[in-house]
């Protein structure tokens, strides 16, 4: 896993190479390793290097075919880069390095752009065509790897990351309200949005093609989740193609020439993938856990339980995190702004994980493909409670559920049941986007102001428009195809990326094996979800594999405590970056409601820490990547 940066003069304008190393130094978090760049005409290409295969010079990036007119920076792994190495050395190819890296460029060679259908693995990179004088663009089938782009005039820029971007000088930095729109519905801005207008994320499955001389983008999606072709297979043999294509997930991830283990919280998903290593590897498994000072978010116990039972070399660590201090490094990490609280824990796994092990395996990817959340049954009662009228609802309803008594708990009494009477009355596709929101469209033009938003149903109108892409007509099919494709590359896949890779860790997600995923679309939605448990056929694929406890335990998620932090010990931060002084300096927002806000929550009158967390999240990324230069 590395990083990627690049510049490309549509209008033959010279490449500056100190900006192409500037733009590429700024991912050096992601890519330890080492630092190179290839500028030539128009056209600058920079890579940070994270070792994992083949560690000597001859995998160093940009890299080259053999008579040097295509070049590649890439970041991932393709994880059958041997089967086809030996395919193209048949075909004349001259390997000059062991790594998967030139696979593709030699691959690209032989078969086009259609050298993505050849490639399993995580991935993002940019391929620049001297022949043809065109770059290429691929980001992978899942959305693993993520890959920014921009066009300002005739000046193409791409990077891993935005802050790439924002070295160049061609890169104005003007905000995107539709984009803020969704952040705040959202806590994340999904793709194809960044919140600086003309950055744009390639979305997952895609690839994008610009040549010279021309402003024109081609976007082509190569890859979609295909919900519409259904297997007959009775229940038992499917769990058993189920269990064969985990493992070989996971057997092909383990391809590395440095230590890797896995990230462990005793949850049935990290587990699975952890049983299937002890399987599969030859040697000891280490594992990682992060535990919490406060009993009632700690799961280190849980990790505790199924390492004993399964043997592994378990690593834990307690943390009590200084907030402040490290808070506003996550969110520099996170950019874009990505307000997901559990970026932290994750941020500390990666920190000590890192410190024994290169590569760690990751249980990301089962509850999308698998049913595994809450919300899933929620929405299948939301067929039946759509036909409750709204007023009742906010007359009758709400305001009682506004009198609860606000807890500590990971996600308050009060939160779940103000999400889940926010669907009622709802048709079921807006209220799965609804159980999703954070800000309310009311809550949304009370704090924001006026004109900023100019009357919005962006977040209804973005799910519908996945719903109408799945071919499916079951319910459970389309949840799972807009979390597939929406939710989980733009926050959870998101998530792990930035904070692995602040500390030049690289995660694999064996449940995001296209593979994997293609079999579990054509899965009837009875071997997902039966009688209200999801990832129905994961729990019996490992039910003589991991402690009977794991296997029935209710999904508790890596959340920590936004709500008492920001009473606590992120009080200071909250109150001074939300002050009505730098709030009006954005000029945004309406200073007197989210201060209304903030005393609510202090006093315990309402739980707005999602709502308080995602805005402050906001101000930290705008302070770092709006007003400093």
Same mark, same amino acid.
């Given at each position: 896993?590395?990083?990627?940066?690049?510049?490309?003069?549509?209008?033959?304008?010279?490449?500056?190479?100190?900006?192409?190393?500037?733009?590429?130094?700024?991912?050096?978090?992601?890519?330890?390793?080492?630092?190179?760049?290839?500028?030539?005409?128009?056209?600058?290409?920079?890579?940070?290097?994270?070792?994992?295969?083949?560690?000597?010079?001859?995998?160093?990036?940009? /890299?080259?075919?053999?008579?040097? %007119?295509?070049?590649?920076?890439?970041?991932?792994?393709?994880?059958?880069?041997?089967?086809?190495?030996?395919?193209?050395?048949?075909?004349?190819?001259?390997?000059?390095?062991?790594?998967?890296?030139?696979?593709?460029?030699?691959?690209?060679? %032989?078969?086009?752009?259609?050298?993505?259908?050849?490639?399993?693995? /995580?991935?993002?990179?940019?391929?620049?065509?001297?022949?043809?004088?065109?770059?290429?663009?691929?980001?992978?089938?899942?959305?693993?790897?993520?890959?920014?782009?921009?066009?300002?005039?005739?000046?193409?820029?791409?990077?891993?990351?935005?802050?790439?971007?924002?070295?160049?000088?061609?890169?104005?930095?003007?905000?995107?309200?539709?984009?803020?729109?969704?952040?705040?519905?959202?806590?994340?801005?999904?793709?194809? /949005? %960044?919140?600086?207008?003309?950055?744009?994320?390639?979305?997952?499955?895609?690839?994008?093609?610009?040549?010279?001389?021309?402003?024109?983008?081609?976007?082509?999606?190569?890859?979609?989740?295909?919900?519409?072709?259904?297997?007959?297979?009775?229940?038992?043999?499917?769990?058993?193609?189920?269990?064969?294509?985990?493992?070989?997930?996971?057997?092909?991830?383990?391809?590395?020439?440095?230590?890797?283990?896995?990230?462990?919280?005793?949850?049935?998903?990290?587990?699975?993938?952890?049983?299937?290593?002890?399987?599969?590897?030859?040697?000891?498994?280490?594992?990682?856990?992060?535990?919490?000072?406060?009993?009632?978010?700690?799961?280190?116990?849980?990790?505790?339980?199924?390492?004993?039972?399964?043997?592994?070399?378990?690593?834990?660590?307690?943390?009590?995190?200084?907030?402040?201090?490290?808070?506003?490094?996550?969110?520099?990490?996170?950019?874009?702004?990505?307000?997901?609280?559990? /970026?932290?824990?994750?941020?500390?796994?990666?920190?000590?994980?890192?410190?024994?092990?290169?590569?760690?395996?990751?249980?990301?990817?089962?509850?999308?493909?698998?049913a595994g959340y809450p919300t899933y049954v929620a929405t299948q009662w939301a067929r039946i409670t759509e036909f409750i009228p709204r007023p009742v609802i906010e007359t009758a309803v709400q305001p009682f559920i506004n009198l609860l008594p606000v807890s500590e708990a990971k996600i308050s009494r009060q939160e779940k049941l103000q999400r889940f009477t926010n669907g009622i009355g709802y048709s079921w596709q807006d209220a799965h986007a609804i159980w999703r929101q954070i800000h309310t469209e009311t809550q949304k033009r009370d704090i924001l102001a006026g004109g900023i938003l100019n009357g919005s149903t962006r977040l209804f109108e973005t799910y519908q428009r996945y719903y109408a892409r799945c071919p499916s007509d079951e319910l459970l099919d389309k949840l799972l195809y807009v979390d597939t494709r929406f939710y989980l590359p733009n926050d959870m896949l998101a998530k792990v990326d930035r904070m692995s890779m602040a500390h030049g860790l690289e995660a694999r997600v064996p449940f995001l094996d296209y593979t994997l995923v293609e079999f579990a679309a054509t899965l009837p939605s009875e071997y997902k979800l039966r009688r209200g448990v999801g990832k129905y056929i994961l729990r019996k694929s490992m039910e003589n594999r991991l402690p009977k406890t794991t296997l029935t335990r209710q999904k508790a998620g890596f959340n920590i405590p936004v709500a008492k932090w920001l009473r606590e010990d992120l009080r200071d931060l909250l109150t001074d970056t939300l002050s009505v002084k730098k709030l009006v300096e954005v000029g945004i927002w309406q200073p007197n409601n989210v201060q209304k806000m903030i005393q609510q929550h202090m006093q315990r009158k309402r739980d707005n820490g999602y709502q308080l967390w995602g805005i402050l999240t906001f101000m930290l990324w705008w302070q770092q990547f709006m007003e400093q230069k």
């Open positions: 896993m590395c990083g990627i940066a690049g510049v490309f003069h549509l209008d033959g304008q010279r490449a500056d190479h100190q900006i192409v190393q500037k733009m590429t130094r700024l991912l050096a978090h992601r890519g330890p390793d080492g630092q190179a760049e290839w500028v030539q005409g128009a056209v600058g290409l920079g890579h940070r290097r994270l070792s994992i295969i083949d560690l000597s010079e001859r995998g160093t990036q940009p /890299m080259a075919n053999e008579d040097g %007119t295509v070049l590649i920076t890439f970041n991932g792994e393709i994880y059958n880069h041997r089967d086809l190495r030996n395919d193209l050395i048949t075909k004349g190819h001259i390997f000059a390095s062991q790594t998967d890296t030139e696979s593709i460029v030699h691959g690209y060679e %032989t078969y086009g752009e259609g050298v993505v259908q050849y490639l399993n693995g /995580m991935f993002a990179f940019a391929i620049w065509d001297g022949r043809k004088q065109e770059l290429f663009l691929v980001r992978d089938r899942l959305g693993i790897k993520p890959l920014f782009y921009g066009l300002f005039g005739d000046t193409f820029l791409f990077g891993s990351e935005i802050k790439a971007i924002l070295a160049h000088p061609a890169c104005q930095r003007e905000l995107d309200t539709a984009a803020l729109d969704l952040y705040l519905s959202l806590n994340y801005t999904p793709a194809p /949005m %960044t919140m600086i207008r003309g950055i744009r994320q390639l979305e997952p499955g895609q690839w994008l093609r610009v040549k010279a001389g021309s402003r024109k983008l081609e976007i082509v999606t190569y890859w979609d989740v295909d919900y519409s072709r259904k297997t007959a297979l009775p229940f038992a043999e499917a769990v058993e193609q189920f269990d064969s294509l985990l493992h070989a997930a996971v057997e092909r991830r383990l391809m590395a020439d440095v230590p890797l283990g896995a990230f462990l919280s005793g949850g049935l998903d990290s587990s699975s993938v952890v049983a299937c290593m002890k399987h599969t590897s030859t040697g000891s498994v280490k594992t990682f856990s992060m535990g919490f000072g406060e009993p009632s978010y700690n799961e280190a116990p849980y990790a505790h339980e199924v390492a004993t039972h399964l043997d592994t070399q378990h690593y834990e660590r307690t943390v009590t995190p200084d907030l402040a201090a490290i808070l506003p490094k996550i969110v520099w990490h996170g950019e874009d702004p990505l307000a997901d609280s559990s /970026m932290i824990p994750v941020y500390y796994l990666s920190q000590m994980t890192r410190e024994h092990v290169t590569v760690a395996l990751a249980g990301d990817g089962a509850d999308e493909i698998l």
